[in-house]
T-cell receptor
Framework: DAGVIQSPRHEVTEMGQEVTLRCKPI?????LFWYRQTMMRGLELLIY????????DSGMPEDRFSAKMPNASFSTLKIQPSEPRDSAVYFC????????????FGPGTRLTVL | GIQVEQSPPDLILQEGANSTLRCNFS?????LQWFHQNPWGQLINLFY???GTKQNGRLSATTVATERYSLLYISSSQTTDSGVYFC??????????FGAGTRLTVKP
């Protein structure tokens, strides 16, 4: 298996632009997670899906952030409009089951908003 | 919410030395994982260890769930072991909480 795939690996954009991050989970995994890593806050959960349905989005920082999972093999995290404080590394992870099952992380997308 | 504390925050070793990293958590957990974040930023799964002991090559881990701590042992350290080691736990839901990490530097 190729593991969790994320694209792009690096994204540089200007303030106010729309940014879309993409993730393909491990095939057969029912849970998909989006995390953000910053120097100030470390790694924190933004949202997770179970069988393509968003379950908990309490970690999403504000309305500028949205996430979708249109099918079992694809998810997007969108920021519109982007701001410099959104600069971070965004990780996608997946797990076979919930309830604390082992999570596997993608390589991350390093986002820089100028 | 649950608190996850890792120690030491920084560790510098000479190649070949052994080390022990500690993770304390403040509540019962369903899951505990150790990760290595390499210098390229990738999070590598080391252990899924909500309880008990596991070994993988030069690395081993022990979680004592009743006492709410986990230890990661690195033996005969190599320069490629450098990076940040994270402990992460899941309590009742699927919210994984990470510690602040231990930054390990192994010098040749």
């Amino acid at each position: 298996d190729a593991g969790v795939i994320q694209s792009p690996r690096h994204e540089v954009t200007e303030m106010g632009q729309e940014v879309t991050l993409r993730c393909k989970p491990i095939s057969g995994h029912d849970y998909l997670f989006w995390y953000r890593q910053t120097m100030m806050r470390g790694l924190e959960l933004l949202i997770y899906f179970n069988n393509n349905v968003p379950i908990d989005d309490s970690g999403m920082p504000e309305d500028r952030f949205s996430a979708k999972m249109p099918n079992a093999s694809f998810s997007t995290l969108k920021i519109q409009p982007s701001e410099p404080r959104d600069s971070a590394v965004y990780f996608c992870a997946s797990s076979l089951a919930g309830g604390g099952d082992e999570q596997f992380f993608g390589p991350g997308t390093r986002l820089t908003v100028l | 919410g649950i608190q996850v504390e890792q120690s030491p925050p920084d560790l510098i070793l000479q190649e070949g030395a052994n080390s022990t990293l500690r993770c304390n958590f403040s509540d019962s957990v369903n899951n505990l994982q150790w990760f290595h974040q390499n210098p390229w930023g990738q999070l590598i799964n080391l252990f899924y260890i909500p309880s008990g002991t596991k070994q993988n090559g030069r690395l081993s881990a022990t979680t004592v769930a009743t006492e709410r701590y986990s230890l990661l042992y690195i033996s005969s350290s190599q320069t490629t072991d450098s990076g940040v080691y994270f402990c992460a736990v899941v309590v009742d839901n699927n919210d994984m909480r990470f510690g602040a990490g231990t930054r390990l530097t192994v010098k040749p």
